[in-house]
């Protein structure tokens, strides 16, 4: 009996412990931040956005208990968003111009939402995917993460018992890499929840290889699928049901009120799937290939149900978050996007009257197209030779070019367009050098993919 006694005030002493730590991260009067983003998971890649074979009941309960947004813009392939996501910025103006050759790396002097929140006294950690500089000081060590498990690289070949890095350091898993990179977060969480923290959960899945566990294949293609798409799905419910470890985490630590969730996904679907209708995948610049899910839940600030009008994008999460959490920006920092916490308050109305640009580099080269405007009605754009007008209010699937009836607004967005390129893309054509030799990364691996031959 003893024993049992033993065990029994253990427990009570554990269970107020947690519920004291709760306490302890409300009574700073700062939110936490967990932000989740998926990897080629399109707009179409959810149920309540009109897909009947695919099952996400956690992305779909945050859609109904916090804010939806129903015209919200990535860039058209990976790296390119996650640098705007972290610093506020259009990716170019950032030197993220595309997804290999050191192409993606960030130039470590931008400040992210890492730096801006770990400034402001939050412990900041990333787990997964981060595609925006392999060596320090722009990996995520240098760009403000105290914590990092995950890869630095936009691909990764193996799914299970992946090697991982921790930190600096080599790190042998066991298991599906996106259960192991949630273990990661709620260890974070649970290490940090008597303070502030952000934690960012970018997830690779259901980036290919298309590996997942068979039991989520299993489940998936007995719906009649065929195997490719059973194994994207397959990923999907997967990371859904991850996502949902990570918000049950902050239900038992008393966290949730206290907590802003968002869920995102960094561009359109990685295939020819259910996509709304729209025109386009991952690496288009129309509509399909760059409107994606945003949900946002902030129970007792953000009411359940908001359906957010207007355009937003990737730029405008940063500021955003820091608005909605009162973390002050540093003095001077110039950003590309607005905040929109008063619209998610409901103290404000959607803004309007914005024009956003898409730019898709194709490699190496730093050509001005692929490119694109999106406004409230129009979307202009160029793929090759000429430019094509879309009106989205009528025509949302893009299916009949307007330019020949509308050249006024094409001359107008297309030199819009123009000068928006010339601005982000100054001084974008210096080279990219990996860092060898800093004291605070004394040993530098040197990927063959980043060489160059000259001669």
């Known amino acids: 009996m003893a024993g049992c006694r033993s065990v029994l005030t253990a427990c009570r002493l554990g269970v107020a412990a947690l519920l004291l730590a ?14 989740v983003m998926t990897d080629d998971q399109g707009w179409g890649d959810v149920t309540s956005h009109g897909n009947p074979l695919i099952e996400t009941p956690v992305m779909d309960g945050l859609a109904r208990e916090g804010a939806r947004f129903d015209r919200f813009y990535v860039s058209s392939v990976c790296a390119p968003t996650r640098a705007s996501l972290l610093t506020g910025r259009y990716s170019l103006r950032t030197g993220t111009q595309w997804v290999t050759f050191g192409l993606e790396t960030m130039r470590p002097e931008e400040v992210t939402l890492a730096e801006v929140f770990r400034d402001a006294g939050y412990a900041t950690g990333l787990f997964g995917k981060w595609h925006n500089g392999s060596h320090y000081p722009s990996d995520p060590l240098g760009q403000g993460f105290d914590t990092f498990v995950g890869f630095a690289a936009g691909h990764w070949n193996n799914y299970f018992d992946a090697p991982l890095v921790a930190g600096q350091e080599t790190l042998d898993t066991r298991g599906f890499i996106t259960d192991v990179l949630t273990d990661s977060a709620l260890a974070f969480i649970d290490r940090h929840r008597d303070r502030p923290f952000l934690a960012y959960v970018p997830y690779n899945a259901p980036h290919g290889p298309f590996q997942v566990p068979d039991a989520d294949f299993d489940r998936a293609l007995a719906r009649g699928l065929d195997a490719k798409t059973a194994a994207v799905y397959g990923m999907v419910e997967n990371v859904d049901a991850n996502l949902g470890r990570l918000l049950d985490r902050l239900d038992a630590l008393g966290l949730a009120d206290d907590t802003i969730v968002v869920f995102l996904t960094d561009n359109g679907p990685n295939g020819e799937r259910a996509n709304g209708h729209m025109r386009g995948w991952k690496a288009s610049v129309h509509e399909g290939g760059s409107r994606v899910p945003l949900f946002v839940r902030w129970p007792g600030h953000v009411a359940p149900g908001t359906v957010m009008g207007g355009l937003a994008a ?4 940063l500021p955003t978050l820091a608005d909605l959490a009162g973390v002050a920006l540093p003095p001077g920092l110039a950003l590309d996007g607005v905040s929109l916490a008063s619209t998610l308050r409901g103290s404000a109305a959607a803004p309007t009257g914005r024009t956003l640009f898409t730019h898709h580099s194709r490699g190496a080269e730093l050509e001005p197209y692929p490119g694109a405007v999106r406004t409230d009605r129009w979307r202009l754009v160029r793929e ?3 430019w094509e007008l879309f009106d989205m209010v009528s025509d949302p699937s893009e299916a009949v070019d307007v330019a020949a009836h509308h050249s006024g607004e094409v001359a107008e967005l297309s030199a819009a367009y123009d000068a928006w390129f010339a601005d982000v893309t100054r001084g974008l054509d210096a080279p990219r050098r ?22």
């Not at 306490?23 to 931040?33: F, I, K, L, T």
């Not at 990737?314 to 999460?317: E, G, K």
């Open 434 to 455: 990996i860092p060898v030799g800093h004291a605070d990364a004394p040993v530098v691996a040197l990927p063959a993919v980043e060489s160059t031959r000259s001669g």
């Open 22 to 35: 709760g306490v302890g991260a409300h009574a700073q009067g700062r939110p936490n931040v967990l932000l």
């Open 314 to 317: 990737h730029i405008d999460l």
């Open 384 to 386: 090759d030779d000429g």
